[in-house]
């Protein structure tokens, strides 16, 4: 499988700081091309939120790259993956905990992630960023031509406080589950600055048709992907400066991953 990612940050959405932090970790083993994206979405009204969803973010990079890799390497089965998944989220509870008793603050922060080995997936999630997945309908009849759905669940009430996050109400187990993934896939994993100005079937509609194939020969396959590469973040540029125009005042962090 081919991967193909790219990101959006932007500070000029609202006052302040950017609470809003992401990693993006592509590696290549021998069980093919290994990648970890993130995006934190620290809690703007509480104490240092933009450390907590640095600190969070800088941890699971960590992780990524010790604990996680040697699991690949090791070519552990998908429950042992999973497991350390879940350990590695009480970790990261228990660090802010610590944070929050050394400064006397109260802190915390959102937490989307996708690690992806092989042909499978491994998603982490917990509060109201999100992860969505583009495909594109094989259904002629259909009126929107890629499927798009979202592969999270907010924590938040009916009235749009958050009911989950690490830190303040981590002691809620997250949401860690794995996947299957197919070739002409997208995934995109946002804040939710971001999101909140685009419906699904956009997000669909704007990344979608970079799913298409690429050329036949290996000179024309280069080209597309130089393009590709290029439209990638200016796809991802568009939606954010549309979540602008629609009145967002929050700050956005995306990260976009198609697989070919």
Same mark, same amino acid.
């Not at 031509?145 to 759905?149: I, P, R």
């Not at 540029?237 to 700050?251: I, S």
């Given at each position: 499988m081919r991967i193909q990612t790219g990101?959006?940050?932007?500070?000029?959405?609202?006052?302040?700081?950017?609470?809003?932090?992401?990693?993006?970790?592509?590696?290549?083993?021998?069980?093919?091309e290994c990648l970890l994206a993130l995006v934190c979405d620290g809690i703007g009204s509480l104490a240092c939120s933009e450390e907590a969803s640095g600190c969070v973010v800088h941890s699971m990079?960590?992780?990524?790259?010790?604990?996680?890799?040697?699991l690949i390497l090791q070519n552990s089965p998908k429950e042992?993956?999973?497991?350390?998944?879940? &350990?590695?989220?009480?970790?990261?509870?228990?660090? !802010?905990?610590?944070?929050?008793?050394? *400064?006397?603050? =109260?802190?915390?922060t959102t937490l989307s992630g996708l690690l992806l080995i092989g042909n499978r997936y491994y998603l982490i999630h917990i509060g109201d960023s999100r992860i969505y997945r583009i495909r594109k309908r094989i259904i002629p009849i259909c009126k929107q031509?890629?499927?798009?759905?979202c592969l999270t669940k907010d924590d938040s009430s009916r009235e749009g406080y958050l009911l989950k996050c690490l830190g303040m109400a981590g002691e809620d187990r997250a949401l860690v589950e794995s996947g &299957?993934?197919?070739?002409?896939?997208?995934?995109? !994993?946002?804040?939710?600055?971001?999101? *909140?100005?685009? =419906?699904?079937?956009?997000?669909?509609?704007?990344l979608g048709p970079l799913l298409c194939r690429s050329g036949k020969n290996r000179r024309q396959k280069v080209l597309n992907r130089?393009?590709?590469?290029r439209q990638f973040d200016r796809r991802l540029?568009?939606?954010?400066?549309?979540?602008?125009?629609?009145?967002?005042?929050?700050?956005m962090a995306a990260v976009g991953i198609l697989i070919g």
């Open positions: 990101i959006y940050w932007s500070g000029a959405a609202g006052p302040g700081k950017n609470q809003d932090s992401l990693s993006l970790q592509h590696i290549s083993l021998q069980r093919g990079t960590d992780w990524f790259y010790h604990e996680g890799k040697m042992m993956i999973l497991l350390a998944l879940q &350990r590695q989220m009480c970790r990261l509870q228990e660090s !802010l905990k610590i944070l929050q008793r050394t *400064r006397n603050i =109260q802190t915390g031509k890629y499927h798009t759905v &299957r993934i197919k070739r002409k896939t997208g995934f995109l !994993l946002c804040t939710d600055g971001y999101y *909140r100005g685009s =419906q699904s079937a956009r997000i669909g509609q704007v130089q393009k590709q590469n540029e568009l939606l954010g400066e549309q979540a602008g125009k629609a009145g967002g005042r929050d700050h």
